[in-house]
Each structure stands twice: as C-alpha cells, then as structure tokens.
C-alpha cells in the first residue's frame, strides 16, 4: 500500500517514543523514574469531576453545536475577558478537542504549500510536524539560550522573507518556560503588524507562571494584532485535565469560522461530558489552580537547586509550565556507562540505560545540546531521580 506523500513529511512524536520505552522497562519490572511526561500529576479539580459525573446521569450524552456548546463558549469569553482583557463574543470561540486540535485547525485553515510560518526554536514538538503536514515550510527562528531563550523583535524582523505568512508564539514555553513581557511583546507585535504576518498564540501555560509575574497576551495589545492573532488555551494543563481533551481558540471570526470548518470534518466537537465539567472548572476551579501551580513553582525551586550541584549541566531558570531545560552539551564527548555523549538524544538514552531516569532529547524540540525534564511528579520522585541524574553524570 503505497501511502500519502505528507506521511513521509512528519515523525511520530520523540517524547511518545521515549515514553515507550520507559513503559516497556517498567514492565520488566525496572524502576524507573518518568521525568519526560507532559502532564500534571494532580488529579482534575471535584468541581468539574462532580460536573462530569452529574452530565452522564443528566444524559448529557448526545452532540453538541459543532464549536461547542453555547454556554461554554460563553465561560470562555467571561475568562477571556477577565483574565486577559480579550473581547470575544461566542461566535469567535471555537471549543476543540485539546488545544492541539484547535491549533491544528488553525494551521490547516491559514497555511498551505508556498507559505513559510515561523517557529520559534526550541519548539514544542506538534508545531513543525503540523506545518508540514498542511504543506507549508517552516522556518525555524532561534531563541537563543543567552537571550533566556526568546526571540527578538530584530531577529523577527530579519527572518521574514516575501512567503513569509505566520508567527508560532507559544509563552510560557515548552519546553524552556520561557515567556514575554508586555514590552517584549508590544515589540514582536509591531513586527507582526508591519510584515502582516498572523499569529497562533499559544497560552496554554498561562496560568503556571511563577514568582508572581503577570502574564500577557499578545492580542490584548491593541485592535491591530487582535485582528491577526488566533489565541488557543485548554484545560489540560492549568485545570489537570489532560485525559478530557478540551481546548478552545478565540481570534478574528473569518479565522474562527474556517477552523469551524475543518473541524466539523475531522472531530466534530469535543465530547460533551468533558465541555460539561470544563465549564464547571472554569466558574469554579481557579483556588484549585493556583494551588497547583504553588507547587509547580515549589519543585521548580527544588529542581533548580540540584541541576545547580551536578557538573556539566547549566540551565535557564524556567519562568512557567513545567519543565526544565538544561544544556548538557559540557558533557559531550564523555561518557555515561558503555555511551560515549555526543548529543542531547545520547545523554536522554544513556540515563535511561544507567540512572534508570526518563527525560527527552532536545533534539525533539530541536534543540540537540539539552535535554527536557519535566517536573510534573512528586517531590520525592524529582530528589531521587535527581540523585540518580548526578551519581550517573559523576
Ligand atoms: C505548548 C503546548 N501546546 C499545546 C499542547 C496540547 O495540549 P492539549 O492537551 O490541550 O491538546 C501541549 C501539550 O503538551 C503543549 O505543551
């Protein structure tokens, strides 16, 4: 069977395929420590569990609109408008299954062959593979690690060529927790406006952002970029509910309505038990959130302290989400165990065989001198884990 040409374009993801292969070492019975997850490891907040529960007795069981119910879109546009200063009507909210089925309704509705789209790198792993599959090119865009790595408005402006058609802006980071601030943003958007390039904001992380900081998004600044920018959020990660696939995007209403499209083709909407109890945990989860993210802040700290006691790794303190990213291109050509270290993907494999510790390559976010570990587990997984991390790279 010969298959599409556009399969031959795109990989499996690298965190799944690194996952595997922790799934099959546990099952043999080996210990090991999963620090590659992108999940919390909080259960989803009672309020929206009870709402869930309670739709199923109510036999809310049936399709819903398309977009998503009404009365969800409607909490999404309250949130939108309280948390970040967007004005959205629901006719310009599209509710979707996670928030990678709303960007990838985005990327399927704005892009095509002949358009370049810009991605900041490193990159969350869907971005590229999403591109492609549309047919269009992407143009990696580098945030480099001495800028804390985020892009700049010059390096904006001396990457878009003619083709050039959209921006991917995904603050805070994953994987680095990189994120914007308002003046960092008003610049990038200038850029935006000038090249009149569209943007696909990702804000998923909004709500994990530490030492008190303010998170903006780009398209409150101003009518001129909100009318050029698709903001995509979810429940997945600030509420934990990454297993009830819901994620919603808000942006100009021609964008919204051919996402619409798309999506009526491939999903239609997201189940309606989850749209129930994601409405639940939008009116009534916010204490549940914070608490959460306290904690993300407090093994971020943790986890910070022991990158800092082991030689050859350095890293740039994560401002959001829930991963680190150090560099650990100091240890390249040692080795750990029977490996010689010659990349982020030789490091990843080499603590997997020797510490018994799963993280992901960098080259998986295309970036080959780091590898990713997240912090979505207990305290006590991160300090073991940790010590078999720097008894490994001793
Ligand atoms: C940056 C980023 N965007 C989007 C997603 C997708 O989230 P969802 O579970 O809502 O589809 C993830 C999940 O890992 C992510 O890290």
């Known amino acids: 069977m010969r298959l599409a040409h556009r399969i031959s374009r795109v990989a499996l993801s690298p965190t799944f395929r690194i996952n595997t292969l922790a799934r099959e070492m546990r099952a043999k019975g080996i210990d090991v420590i999963d620090f590659s997850v992108g999940e919390p490891d ?60 709303s960007l990838y309704c985005a990327v399927m509705a704005l892009f095509e062959p002949e358009d370049e789209v810009l991605v900041p790198t490193p990159y969350w792993v869907s971005y590229p593979d999403m591109i492609r599959l549309a047919g269009a090119k992407v143009l990696e865009l580098e945030a480099s690690e001495a800028n804390g790595f985020k892009i700049t408005a ?23 927790g990189a994120c914007y601030d308002r003046e960092e943003l008003a610049a990038l958007a200038k850029v935006v406006i000038e090249h009149d390039l569209v943007v696909l904001a990702d804000e998923i992380y909004e709500k994990l952002l530490f030492d008190q900081r303010a998170f903006t998004s780009i398209a409150a600044l101003g009518s001129e970029i909100a009318d050029r920018t698709v903001v995509v959020n979810g429940m997945s990660k600030a509420f934990a509910m990454t297993g009830w696939r819901l994620g919603y995007a ?6 919204i309505d051919a996402m619409a499209k798309v999506q009526s083709h491939a999903t239609s909407h997201p189940a309606s038990i989850s749209q129930v109890a994601g409405w639940a945990a939008l009116r009534s989860a916010a204490g549940d959130v914070a608490r959460m993210a306290a ?10 302290a022991k990158i800092k006691e082991i030689p050859g790794l350095t890293c740039v303190p994560p401002a959001g989400a829930f991963y680190v990213f150090p560099n650990v291109s100091k240890l390249f050509g040692r080795a750990i165990g029977a490996r010689k270290l010659t990349s982020g993907q030789d490091v990843a494999e080499a603590l997997l065989e020797s510490a018994r510790v799963a993280v992901v390559p960098g ?25 078999r991390i720097r008894e490994a790279v001793a």
């Open 250 to 255: 808000a942006g100009p209403k021609p964008i």
């Open 42 to 101: 909080f259960p989803t907040p009672a309020s929206a569990k009870e709402a869930g529960k309670a739709a199923i007795d109510k036999n809310i069981t049936r399709y819903t609109a398309n977009e998503g119910t009404l009365e969800l879109r409607q909490v999404i546009a309250e949130k939108l408008k309280r948390d970040n200063g967007l004005q959205y009507p629901a006719s310009q909210i599209l509710v979707s299954t996670g928030a990678k089925a």
């Open 154 to 176: 010059r390096g904006l402006d001396g990457a878009v060529g003619s083709r050039t058609k959209g921006l991917i802006l995904n603050y805070p980071s994953n994987p680095t």
């Open 363 to 387: 080259e998986a976010f295309g970036s080959p001198s780091h590898i990713r570990i997240s912090f979505s587990c207990a305290m006590e997984t991160i300090d073991e884990g940790m010590r």
């Open 295 to 304: 904690e993300f802040e407090r093994r971020r700290n943790a986890i910070i």
